[in-house]
């Protein structure tokens, strides 16, 4: 029986909330901006502003204006040296800028290329743009390495420790897949989905799998691994085209046979817009709508499923450690996750 998951806390602001960032310990981080009248601006961006919050009760610890605006791009984490980093975009192009965690004070900022995804961390920050994936070190903001090959196109990215996934596209094709970068280095290591999707929706990854959501399961399985499906089934259209969980081992960097896989079954082919997944701390939480499941990443089994009130509605999603972060318009909520 589904139940209603326990809101901890959940905080109200004057303006929009366009970003949250969540991590093991720790405040909370919210990224805020206030839209114009008649939502109209001349710049690429509009000024934001970033706010703390405290993790147990969501009482708001500071808020600071962020040289970091609203526009194209965005991502937020936490440095190695009590500072939360932030990118994206502002009024003279994207910017990689550090905040003092416990005072919102400006301690360094660099340029950034136009990036439409990025990831956080404490050793690298890793930003994709459609043609290019650039990666930074979290203190220094210096450079570290930069990928990008002919022909390719880039749309998503994961992280499970020193492996990166990244979900591309075959510009001739239009296909897609997903191929592996070392994250400390950028060298390619491989491809776990080769480039035969129509679509790819969403990827995430944490010690216990890289899980896949992809519309043509029968391409993306091996071909010994699908004949073993085939025998064991008697259904001829099992497969089909329609939307999929795909889990692999995220040391895998070769076409190997998934952990496991399981076509989803959605009532509409349009809802599949309202999917999402999240990983963390060996579990996999599948977003449907309002709806979440808590999946155990290894073996696909349900451990509980919530309803969680304004998911639907949601700006911005994340779980860490039981603990699940919500943004909507204007608030922010914390839900409790105990699977």
């Not at 970033?50 to 808020?63: C, H, I, Y």
């Not at 075959?170 to 989905?193: D, E, M, P, W």
């Not at 089909?240 to 079954?265: N, T």
């Not at 450690?321 to 943004?327: K, S, T, V």
């Amino acid at each position: 029986m589904t139940k209603t998951a326990r809101r901890r806390w959940s905080r109200e602001f004057e303006s929009e909330v366009d970003g949250i960032a969540m991590g093991a310990a720790g405040p909370v981080l919210v990224h805020l901006y206030d839209p114009p009248a008649g939502d109209r601006w001349i710049d690429a961006a509009i000024p934001g502003k970033l706010a703390a919050l405290d993790r147990s009760s969501g009482e708001v610890l500071w808020t600071s204006p962020c040289e970091v605006g609203y526009g194209r791009g965005f991502g937020a984490g936490f440095g190695r040296k009590n500072d939360a980093v932030v990118l994206g975009p502002s009024t003279q192009g994207h910017r990689i800028v550090r905040m003092a965690l416990d005072s919102g004070e400006l301690l360094a900022a660099g340029k950034a290329p136009t990036f439409d995804a990025s990831i956080v961390a404490p050793d690298v920050c890793i930003a994709l743009g459609i043609k290019r994936i650039t990666a930074y070190d979290s203190e220094t903001l210096r450079e570290m390495w930069n990928y990008g090959r002919d022909g390719e196109r880039y749309h998503h990215l994961t992280r499970c420790g020193d492996r990166l996934f990244v979900v591309y596209s075959v510009i001739a094709t239009k296909k897609r897949g997903v191929l592996v970068l070392s994250a400390k280095k950028g060298t390619f290591q491989g491809s776990i989905v080769m480039p035969r999707q129509s679509a790819i929706h969403d990827a995430t990854a944490d010690e216990r799998g890289v899980t896949v959501l992809l519309d043509d399961l029968e391409a993306a399985l091996p071909r010994e691994t699908l004949l073993a499906y085939l025998s064991q089934t008697t259904h001829g259209d099992a497969l089909g085209r329609g939307p999929a969980l795909v889990v692999f081992d995220p040391s895998a960097s070769d076409e190997i046979a998934p952990l496991w896989f399981e076509k989803l079954r959605l009532s509409d082919p349009d809802e599949v817009g309202e999917v999402a997944t999240c990983a963390d701390s060996g579990k996999l939480y599948l977003v449907r709508g309002a709806l979440l499941e808590v999946r155990d990443a290894l073996t696909g089994r349900l451990l509980g499923d919530w309803a969680v009130p304004g998911l639907d509605e949601r700006v911005g999603w994340t779980v860490a450690q039981g603990a699940g972060l919500l943004a909507e318009e204007t608030r922010v909520s914390l839900f409790e996750l105990p699977a």
